[in-house]
């Protein structure tokens, strides 16, 4: 057998086929830059979302480039040296040790890329995140399993669950918190996102642009607070809210929704919420007046707060033997636990700070430690007033 003579390193370079190449890349990576991203982006619905969306399609037309580049090559040279070579040559390849000027090529034009890349996005980053003037705050908070948003109100403290709505061309700014682990505050349509974490408060900042009106009352009442995103989901209108943090098993679940309305509409909407307030405090006012009412506003609270999942009381409908003591006859014995004026005042240190006092057979730091940040004072009265009541059993 004789040894395949090696040939010589003769191939010409066909520039006029690469010069045609690079124009055909060219043109198609320009029409990707100006058409591509429209068909899977979601709606565009603020201001930021234009600048958000060119840098990506900015960074579409640079990766369709290099794609074509490399896809390219490998077909060529699949079919010229592959398929097409003369089946008797079995000679090796020439010898090739090192090319200066493809080494060259290939690191600055890739670190150019980065670099343009990483001043435009900085850029980007820097306009969509500083703050304005006249920015309307509204407070997020995440939990698991969903988004809260109170608005700001001099007299209320106006909260709702699941609906995020902003006013048409005005700054917002959301100043976000959770309660528990780490969530992600996403509205795609807003092109903007922010990790939102317990201890620590991040801020979102948009200007919306794209009017969506609230849903008519006659199909779906958003102050409902029964209200499920199901429900929320079943509107062909208004931008989705996502987590987009993996948070727990429904994680998945924890979506709202978000509407953009005018003027008018944002202080029909508020005037709303303000309703709500000025009704749940008739029925306290009723309920600190009537045992009756009171007992019932309660128990609803009882539950509300999640006490039942701890606490046994036969009159809240809690037989729960859980970890923490039984409340029943709460109200006789927390009056003559030593260094508390009333039971009242011993029913309200032990919930805003359950480690003052700790029932015998107990240990400390089982209850929760954050109700003084999760109940608002209304509540706690009422809980307070409930507990320490008289009941029948
Ligand atoms: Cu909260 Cu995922």
Not at 1 to 11: D, F, H, I, L, T
Not at 81 to 101: A, E, L, Q, S, V
Not at 313 to 325: E, H, K, R
């Amino acid at each position: 057998m004789s040894v395949a003579k090696r040939p010589e390193q003769n191939q010409t370079i066909n520039y006029p086929l690469i010069v045609v190449a690079v124009i055909v890349w060219t043109v198609i990576s320009v029409f990707v830059y100006l058409y591509g991203a429209e068909w899977f982006m979601p709606e565009a619905a603020t201001v930021e979302a234009d600048a958000v969306d060119n840098l990506f399609r900015f960074m579409l037309a640079i990766g369709t480039f290099i794609f074509l580049l490399v896809e390219t090559c490998i077909f060529y040279f699949a079919v010229r040296y592959g398929f097409m070579r003369d089946k008797d040559d079995d000679t090796d390849g020439p010898p090739i040790h090192g090319n200066n000027t493809l080494e060259i090529v290939w690191t600055i034009i890739p670190a150019i890329i980065v670099f343009v890349l990483t001043i435009y996005s900085f850029q980007v980053l820097v306009d969509t995140t500083e703050a304005k003037d006249n920015e309307k705050e509204i407070k997020v908070t995440g939990q698991q399993f969903f988004w809260s948003f109170e608005y700001p109100d001099e007299q209320y403290v106006l909260k709702i669950n699941h609906i995020l709505v902003v006013p048409e061309d005005e700054a917002v700014k959301l100043s976000m918190n959770s309660l528990d682990v780490i969530h992600a505050f996403w509205v795609p349509a807003f092109r903007v996102k922010q990790d939102v974490m317990p201890g620590r408060t991040t801020n979102l900042r948009f200007t919306p642009n794209e009017h969506t009106g609230l849903p008519d009352p006659s199909v779906i009442d958003i102050y409902d607070p029964t209200l499920t995103v199901d429900q929320l989901d079943e509107l062909d209108f208004g931008y989705d809210v996502v987590c987009a943090e993996l948070c727990g098993a429904l994680h998945g679940r924890m979506r709202g929704k978000a509407f953009v309305v005018t003027d008018e509409e944002y202080e029909q909407f508020l005037e709303g919420l303000r309703e709500i307030e000025r009704e749940k405090e008739r029925q306290r006012q009723e309920a600190l007046e009537n045992l009756d009412a009171l007992k019932a506003l309660g128990r609803s609270l009882f539950a509300t707060y999640g006490c039942n999942t701890c606490h046994q009381l036969t009159d809240a409908n809690s037989l729960n033997m859980g970890q923490g003591p039984s409340l029943n006859g709460l109200e006789e014995r927390a009056a003559t636990y030593s260094g508390y004026e009333s039971a009242e005042e011993y029913i309200r240190t032990s919930i805003l700070n359950p480690n003052a006092f700790v029932v015998s057979g107990y240990s400390a730091g089982i209850m929760p430690q954050n109700f003084a940040t999760r109940i608002t004072p209304e509540d706690l009265d009422i809980l307070v007033t409930y507990l320490a009541a008289p009941k029948d059993n």
